[in-house]
């Protein structure tokens, strides 16, 4: 989810490989080195690109109006605006082969983000694009790197893409950077979205032609991470729809839990925006595959327009959609991953935020969140089968949780 809902504006710059395409020797046979990058913006050292072969990836659909293409230096590290979804970024922060703390750290962001902007640069989209009034120009990478971890990330072609995809790409940059130093493991680290595909591979949650765990994960960390699942969609999706609805004004690249909405006036029909698949159309199946129904704990917004169709599905007064049963019917992951358990010698760690502030959005407000997801889906510890710790950050909202002190004296102390 990094940003769920935040829009991301980033300004292009134009790099040229420092290689040729090559196949590292160290590198599993399934992964192809296919350029390098040494003029990074955002204090990274390097970025390299990789493909992986194994047969079963296939590339995603992406919104056809651009709203979920590739921006900002990514555009060109990938090659392409919309690349393939065998397609990923590794950064690699300062330090990363001469850091004194053995293990190695990979970051993993979230839906919508990237990593120089969730990691590197909170303030690459400029004021409240990381959910404050003003963002700092360093976060997570910097914060660990100054104390000697060797620090790396990774970013995924597709910026609402399949978890079980992304899973397997995990575990490919957790052996990439096993490689580098010849380490035994890695520690993870995966914020919102991102903690679906690092839970997920670490469990051995994965296509039928996946590969499993490989035992190289020393420790997990997951910040505002919705292990119990998230309903925001659906249970805010009137006021939500605004921000994603393009004759409402909307350009977010999050998805609707509607395929018709009425916008002055004009009743419009947009199947290619659905979290459920529609018309042909499927531009967001990471988000599909976090849905948990909260109905029964925390109830629903219905000071919203149209709140029970929009949620049960239906046609109301300005909408029309599915209803939440029948995207998670359509291939949520949440039961899978709270029923297959973490590895016992895998210690994870759990952080939430508290602070329903996000400025621009509609806050989740319906039980204690830190904006999107609820303290105790982030707190979840279902299918953990062994809990490191957990924390609740109460002044923290869910895009401060890459960079905000609290969160990140939090985690450093939790990979000492």
């Not at 149209?306 to 300005?318: E, I, V």
């Not at 899978?336 to 358990?341: A, F, G, L, R």
């Not at 952080?351 to 502030?357: H, I, K, M, R, V």
Request: charge should be neutral.
């Amino acid at each position: 989810m990094r940003r769920i809902l935040a829009v991301v504006t980033l300004a292009a710059a134009l790099l040229v490989p420092t290689s040729v395409p090559t196949t590292a020797s160290a590198d599993p046979a399934h992964l192809t080195l296919e350029a390098t990058f040494t003029d990074v913006a955002n204090g990274w050292a390097k970025v390299d690109r990789y493909r992986d072969t194994t047969p079963g990836f296939r590339d995603e659909q992406y919104p056809p109006d651009g709203r979920g293409d590739q921006d900002g230096q990514r555009r060109t590290f990938f090659g392409s605006a919309r690349p393939s979804s065998a397609e990923f970024l590794l950064y690699s922060a300062p330090g990363w082969n001469t850091g004194t703390r053995t293990t190695p750290v990979l970051l993993v962001h979230g839906a919508n983000d990237n990593p120089d902007r969730a990691w590197a640069n909170p303030n690459e989209s400029g004021g409240f694009g990381c959910g404050s009034a003003t963002c700092p120009s360093t976060g997570l990478m910097q914060y660990l790197a100054a104390r000697g971890h060797r620090v790396f990330a990774i970013g995924f072609a597709h910026k609402q893409g399949d978890n079980l995809q992304q899973a397997q790409q995990v575990g490919d940059a957790v052996a990439v950077i096993r490689a580098r130093p010849g380490v035994a493991k890695v520690d993870v680290v995966g914020w919102s979205k991102g903690m679906m595909s690092a839970r997920m591979y670490v469990a051995s949650v994965k296509p039928a032609w996946g590969r499993n765990y490989a035992g190289d994960v020393r420790r997990l960390v997951t910040l505002g991470g919705p292990n119990g699942g998230y309903d925001y969609p659906f249970a805010h999706g009137w006021a939500h729809d605004f921000s994603v609805w393009p004759e409402c004004g909307g350009a977010i690249n999050a998805p609707s839990p509607h395929t018709h909405m009425t916008c002055y006036g004009r009743y419009t029909h947009h199947p290619e925006l659905s979290i459920t698949p529609a018309g042909g159309h499927d531009a967001y199946p990471g988000q599909r595959q976090m849905l948990a129904r909260w109905d029964g704990v925390y109830g629903i917004n219905t000071s919203t327009q149209d709140w029970y169709t929009t949620y049960h599905g239906g046609q109301g007064f300005y909408t029309a959609g599915p209803g939440i049963q029948a995207a998670i019917d359509a291939g949520s992951l949440i039961d899978e991953i709270q029923s297959t358990p973490t590895p016992a010698g895998v210690p994870v760690y759990l952080l939430a935020g508290g602070a329903p502030t996000i400025v621009g959005v509609w806050n989740e407000t319906r039980g204690p969140s830190d904006g999107v997801v609820f303290v105790a889906s982030a707190l979840d510890t279902t299918g953990v089968a062994t809990v490191g710790a957990t924390k609740l950050v109460a002044s923290a909202n869910h895009l401060q949780l890459g960079w905000a002190t609290s969160v990140m004296s939090t985690v450093a102390g939790w990979l000492a």
